[in-house]
């Protein structure tokens, strides 16, 4: 053999070559990925979605929902060291009582075995450690490890109740061989985060839970062809995600769950297995952070911002999760690159990046240097600060731990419906209809909003003179990023005119994604309201989480009701033309007029109060249509195919605004006057008058329901009467009575009217002619004449006739001469001395 082959091959056997592939951030999509296959003999639960036995491969993956999929392929970066590191110790370590192991440079141990029970370990000062083989031999045992490097090739747990503690994070675990849990009841940083633990298992190394309840929060990850993940013991559950190259990941038994949340997701996202160090003696950063300018590098939070407002924030390098490197860069300067990226989705690698600048950094800085001034002119509701340093290899990315939100500043309102003026009036036009149709609204921010504004109810205006403000139901759609305009469709329930104020359109949930408001990164809960909605930073650099519109809106209108509903409030009543009734013929007139509520509605049903004034268009004279009654609406005549015929004269009706919504309508001073004729003579009845509104339509053409509607006056005794005179004959010696009375017909014959007060008859209206002058004892008539005798010698008669019941009361007239209209008077005869029988009586005359 050549010697430079042997060589060649020394060389080879015992430095082998070894290919690196880059250290950096963690897919962190799945909770479960295995290169290799996954496999689960019973059941297991991911996020509570059952997820069914079986054997998935190659490249198999679970997502948060519990989806299995194939052929995923995942770019799993390298650990870094690549290669575990060696450790030749020969140091030897028992614990039988409490103790804390502290080393904050790098130590070597060959064994660490803790045997004794109820005893707690401390692990501090990030070391790194080297222990060849860590052992846990007794039960209810505390480790409790504090941030740093630990290299354990061996990590093995021989009893049962074995709690590990995160005291202070991250803790990184590199796995050489194995990590093995033999017992049961071990709880693994169960108080702790998913990015407080990690497990990185190097290749061939393996991690195996043998008995019932495991419960395990953190990361195990190995990207080189690891042996396998198992978790054989029943009731177990890992919080967290497992994600390897090569092996498999098992499960055996029953009860198994995985929980892996959004949230979980995002830190898992923010953890690179790149380690920090440089080369020449410079001090590099693990990772980075960004706080507001002047707080706490670790634990201060970035604030929400307005579009266009310049600021700066503080850049931060970190040892450890909880350590500032005060050292960074005191071999070198660094010059990092400062981005703002939109965490809205995805990983602190995959942030879309939209402002960025290069910031020096210098031993003198001390790990903590503020950045140039930013701004923003696009709203993002997720920003999150990203710091590179490629000033050694690897190359160390990292995200600020918080989240904020660049807000727009104002919400312009738009509209191509019903958004006229600024000077409403109660007849413009077009109209709508409250609570029905629907408008359309725009409020626009700025390039990038994408949230849904809310409409402030409470501070609606309407037109002068209005009781009511409507309450908008409806809401915006999302707004559109490119153009920052939220849409939507809407409807008024009132009459009338509304318009928005100042922040009437707002929002106060932009800043969600971020968390600022639970972070009390913004203003939201001030006394004065004003600052909810400021755009300048108070005294302690915070602006309002709130944004609306800063200009009041025009009106929207005219919205009008969707229709009328009426309510008979009253049917009236009549009054009786004579004592007590009336007769037919007479003109009867209201005691009590009859009247009908008209209410304005909505389309959906609600009452629309500001139908009122001047907004309440129905006029009483042209609005309400009223069949005229010619009938009465319950009585037959003679002739059973007729009613009761009559004549209705309407007065002037009124209209009452009741200032709710509602108005009265109120029949005038209308008479009705039943006919005097054949089809009235019948039996007297109590009047009933149907009074049919058939249409009542507004200016603006609101129309009614309900139609048709009837009112019902009554109340008086309707009567056919007649005047009736009796034929006399007497001495012309004595005075001589004649018998006039009214009499009505009560169904079969006509009847004296002794109830009747209201007919008088003037003796200057009667006629008289024959061979009698007649010569009455009294001037006025009611119950009867008498005639003065007219002496001896003066025999004869005289007939009686009148014709004032044409002219003036047609109600008693009578069809005395059988044409069959009743248009006539009664007539009679008085005789004196014409009848005296035998000429030796001197007269008789009956007594009654």
């Not at 501090?124 to 007794?138: A, N, Q, R």
């Not at 959004?262 to 297995?273: E, L």
């Not at 707080?295 to 931060?316: E, M, R």
Request: proline share 4%.
């Amino acid at each position: 053999m050549h010697p430079l082959s042997i060589v060649i091959f020394f060389f080879f056997s015992f430095f082998p070559l070894l290919v690196y592939s880059a250290c950096g951030p963690i897919p962190a999509t799945y909770p479960l990925f295995s290169d290799s296959k996954l496999k689960f003999e019973k059941n297991i639960l991911v996020n509570g979605n059952n997820v069914s036995k079986g054997e998935y491969k190659p490249k198999a993956a679970i997502d948060i929902n519990g989806t299995v999929s194939t052929n995923v392929n995942l770019s799993l970066p390298s650990l870094d060291p690549s290669i575990f590191p060696s450790n030749n110790s020969n140091t030897d370590l028992t614990i039988k009582n409490s103790t804390t192991i502290n080393h904050s440079s790098e130590v070597f141990y060959n064994k660490i075995k803790i045997d004794q029970k109820n005893i707690t370990v401390n692990f501090t000062g990030g070391g790194p450690f080297h222990i060849d083989k860590l052992e846990v031999k007794k039960q209810n045992v505390t480790l409790n490890f504090a941030a740093g490097t630990y290299y354990i090739d061996e990590f093995k747990i021989d009893a049962k109740n074995v709690t590990l503690n995160i005291s202070s994070s991250p803790v990184i675990f590199h796995i050489g061989n194995k990590f093995k849990i033999d017992d049961k009841d071990a709880n693994i940083n169960t108080g702790g985060n998913v990015d407080d633990f990690r497990v990185y298992l190097h290749s061939g190394a393996e991690f195996k839970n043998e008995k019932e309840n495991l419960n395990f929060t953190g990361l195990i990850y190995g990207p080189d062809n690891v042996d396998k993940v198992e978790i054989e013991g029943k009731n177990s559950s890992f919080h967290g995600a497992i994600i390897v190259s090569g092996g498999e990941i098992k499960t055996k038994k029953k009860d198994i769950s995985f929980t892996y949340t959004t949230a979980d997701q995002t830190a898992i996202g923010n953890i690179s297995t790149c380690q920090s160090g440089g080369g020449g003696g410079d001090t590099a950063a693990s990772n980075f952070n960004c706080v507001e300018n002047g707080t706490d590098g670790i634990s201060g939070n970035l604030y929400t911002k307005a579009i266009a407002q310049s600021f700066s924030i503080d850049i931060v390098a970190l040892q450890n999760a909880s350590t500032i490197e005060t050292n960074f860069a005191s071999g070198t300067d660094h010059t990092v690159t400062v981005e703002l990226v939109d965490a809205s989705s995805g990983i602190c690698s995959t942030y879309p990046s939209f402002s960025s600048h290069n910031l020096l950094f210098t031993s003198a800085d001390s790990g903590t240097k503020a950045s140039n001034a930013i701004s923003s002119s696009t709203a993002y509701s997720k920003v999150k600060c990203r710091i590179t340093d490629t000033t050694d290899s690897p190359s160390v990315v990292g995200c600020s731990t918080d989240s904020f939100a660049i807000r727009p500043t104002n919400l312009s309102i738009s509209s191509t419906d019903l958004f006229n003026t600024n000077s409403p009036t109660d007849s413009l036009t077009p109209t709508t209809k409250a609570g029905g149709t629907t408008f359309n609204i725009t409020a626009t921010a700025s390039t990038g909003y994408a949230g849904t504004p809310s409409i402030d109810n409470t501070i609606i205006q309407t037109h002068s003179g209005a009781v009511a403000t409507g309450n908008i139901a409806e809401s915006f759609d999302p707004a559109i990023s490119a153009t920052g305009s939220a849409s939507g469709s809407f409807s008024y329930p009132e009459v009338g005119w509304f318009r928005f104020p100042v922040q009437g359109v707002f929002d106060d949930s932009y800043t969600e994604l971020a968390q600022d408001e639970q972070n009390g990164d913004c203003i939201i809960n001030s006394a004065n309201q004003n600052d909810n909605f400021s755009d300048t930073p108070n005294a302690d650099g915070k602006i309002g989480c709130k944004f609306g519109n800063k200009v009041i809106s025009n009106y929207f209108g005219r919205f009008t009701p969707d229709h009328f509903e009426i309510t008979a409030t009253q049917d009236g009543s009549f009054s009786d033309a004579c004592s007590g009734f009336s007769y037919s013929g007479q003109s009867v007139s209201y005691a009590t007029n009859p009247n009908l509520t008209i209410t304005a509605y909505n389309a959906i049903g609600g009452i629309t109060q500001n139908y009122r004034q001047s907004y309440a268009k129905l006029d009483p004279l042209t609005d309400f249509n009223v069949s005229a009654p010619t009938t009465d609406s319950s009585q037959l005549g003679v002739d059973t195919t007729n009613k009761v015929n009559l004549v209705w004269t309407s007065g002037t009706s009124s209209l009452t605004d009741n200032l709710d919504g509602s108005l009265t309508f109120s029949f005038g001073n209308d008479s009705f006057t039943y006919l005097h004729e054949a089809n009235s003579l019948i039996a007297p009845f109590p009047a009933a008058v149907d009074l049919i509104f058939t249409a009542i339509t507004d200016s603006d053409g609101i129309t009614t329901q309900g139609l048709p509607q009837t009112l019902q006056p009554s109340g008086t005794s309707i009567r056919f009467g007649r005047l009736n005179i009796d034929n006399a004959h007497g001495s012309e010696l004595s005075p001589l009575p004649v018998p006039i009375y009214t009499e009505y017909y009560n169904g079969t014959f006509f009847v004296a009217a002794t109830d009747d007060s209201c007919t008088t008859i003037n003796l200057v209206d009667l006629r008289f002619n024959g061979a009698v002058t007649p010569s009455l004892g009294t001037t006025t008539v009611s119950a009867g004449l008498n005639f003065t005798a007219p002496g001896t010698g003066n025999t004869g008669y005289i007939d009686i006739t009148t014709d004032l019941f044409i002219s003036l009361f047609p109600w008693l007239a009578f069809d005395w001469d059988g044409d069959g209209s009743h248009d006539n008077s009664p007539s009679a005869r008085a005789s004196f001395g014409l009848y005296k029988g035998n000429s030796k009586q001197i007269y008789i005359r009956e007594i009654y």
